[in-house]
């Protein structure tokens, strides 16, 4: 009498009546997943094309020669570094530079610091009118800049702190959007963190220091970059209240070296491509940092 195969011995049998032969397997994958991919990469790069067109044409002609800028102005038919050379003399961007640099890490540095210690009493404290608090404050979010600036400018005049770097700095010195950025990564972290170093008798200030920030780390860096870009690009504060020229940002040295140039337009494309290479280079270092900062708690295993 025949006996019925064992369970191990039909598996195989089983597996493979549900396998793919691989003809079929390429034509029920291969070709659709072909199609979308290639559908991808031209759309993106019909976008990068979009956004780096107006990169393109302002290095061809920072790299042109003043008499060649209007002549075939999106091809590099001419070479000259001597552009970049006047650009940085006669527009004293070493000075803006520097004056921009002082004030975004200035900025940079306390806005992390007090979105840290307004994310974490907003996030692991318990104290009366919390919430009301936090929507107070994330509402100034919807207040433009443009709202506050008369305000803004009589406080700093009346501290008489026009043309200098607090001037700059000072209104910015804090952020909403940190608050709520820090705030709910903080909330993401075990309660049972907290609890336990206070068994052990760590403070706030330790707890924060020694387990909090390192695991936030990632938002962190992000939130910094942010802040450094932002700060790095400011232009309407700065041309309020500077009205002196060693206390000008390069953005204000911008404007300035294209109203002195008018018959000149390399030299502030030239100018504008060195004010730019700051930024790149941090986008560059830091662009890991930004990826996990704006992926960190997206995923949940």
């Given at each position: 009498m025949a006996t019925e195969p064992s369970t191990a011995a039909r598996r195989p049998?089983?597996?493979?009546?549900?396998?793919?032969?691989?003809?079929?397997?390429?034509?029920?994958?291969?070709?659709?997943?072909?199609?979308?991919?290639?559908?991808?990469?031209?759309?993106?790069?019909?976008?990068?094309?979009?956004?780096?067109?107006?990169?393109?044409?302002?290095?061809?002609?920072?790299?042109?020669?003043?008499?060649?800028?209007?002549?075939?102005?999106?091809?590099?038919?001419?070479?000259?570094?001597?552009?970049?050379?006047?650009?940085?003399s006669s527009g004293n961007l070493a000075q803006y530079l520097l004056n921009s640099l002082i004030v975004a890490v200035v900025v940079t540095t306390a806005q992390v610091v007090t979105s840290v210690l307004s994310g974490y009493a907003f996030a692991l404290l318990d104290f009366p009118g919390k919430n009301v608090c936090f929507a107070l404050f994330v509402a100034t979010l919807l207040v433009p800049l443009e709202a506050t600036l008369v305000v803004n400018f009589d406080t700093i005049d009346s501290l008489g702190w026009i043309?200098?770097?607090?001037?700059?700095?000072?209104?910015?010195?804090?952020?909403?959007?940190?608050?709520?950025?820090?705030?709910?990564?903080?909330?993401?972290?075990?309660?049972?963190?907290?609890?336990?170093?206070?068994?052990?008798?760590?403070?706030?200030?330790?707890?924060?220091?020694?387990?909090?920030?390192?695991?936030?780390?990632?938002?962190l860096?992000?939130?910094?970059?942010?802040?450094?870009?932002?700060?790095?690009?400011?232009?309407l504060w700065p041309n309020l209240v500077?009205?002196?020229?060693?206390?000008?940002?390069?953005?204000?040295?911008?404007?300035?070296?294209?109203?002195?140039?008018?018959?000149e337009p390399n030299l502030v494309m030239a100018g504008t491509v060195i004010a730019a290479i700051p930024i790149a280079v941090v986008l560059i270092v830091f662009q890991r940092q930004l990826v996990r900062g704006l992926t960190a708690g997206a995923v949940k295993g």
């Amino acid at each position: 009498m025949a006996t019925e195969p064992s369970t191990a011995a039909r598996r195989p049998k089983q597996a493979n009546a549900h396998a793919l032969s691989p003809a079929r397997a390429r034509r029920h994958f291969d070709q659709p997943v072909g199609w979308r991919l290639a559908a991808r990469y031209a759309l993106l790069v019909a976008i990068s094309a979009i956004v780096l067109f107006p990169v393109y044409t302002t290095v061809v002609a920072a790299f042109k020669p003043g008499d060649k800028v209007f002549r075939n102005p999106l091809v590099p038919d001419a070479f000259t570094l001597d552009v970049f050379s006047s650009a940085w003399s006669s527009g004293n961007l070493a000075q803006y530079l520097l004056n921009s640099l002082i004030v975004a890490v200035v900025v940079t540095t306390a806005q992390v610091v007090t979105s840290v210690l307004s994310g974490y009493a907003f996030a692991l404290l318990d104290f009366p009118g919390k919430n009301v608090c936090f929507a107070l404050f994330v509402a100034t979010l919807l207040v433009p800049l443009e709202a506050t600036l008369v305000v803004n400018f009589d406080t700093i005049d009346s501290l008489g702190w026009i043309n200098t770097y607090q001037g700059l700095a000072v209104p910015f010195l804090a952020t909403a959007f940190g608050t709520f950025l820090v705030r709910q990564v903080f909330m993401t972290l075990p309660r049972d963190l907290r609890d336990a170093a206070a068994i052990d008798g760590v403070g706030h200030l330790g707890f924060l220091r020694h387990v909090a920030v390192p695991l936030v780390r990632p938002t962190l860096g992000a939130l910094a970059l942010f802040s450094f870009l932002s700060s790095w690009n400011q232009y309407l504060w700065p041309n309020l209240v500077i009205n002196e020229d060693d206390r000008n940002t390069v953005q204000s040295g911008l404007r300035l070296l294209s109203k002195s140039n008018l018959d000149e337009p390399n030299l502030v494309m030239a100018g504008t491509v060195i004010a730019a290479i700051p930024i790149a280079v941090v986008l560059i270092v830091f662009q890991r940092q930004l990826v996990r900062g704006l992926t960190a708690g997206a995923v949940k295993g």
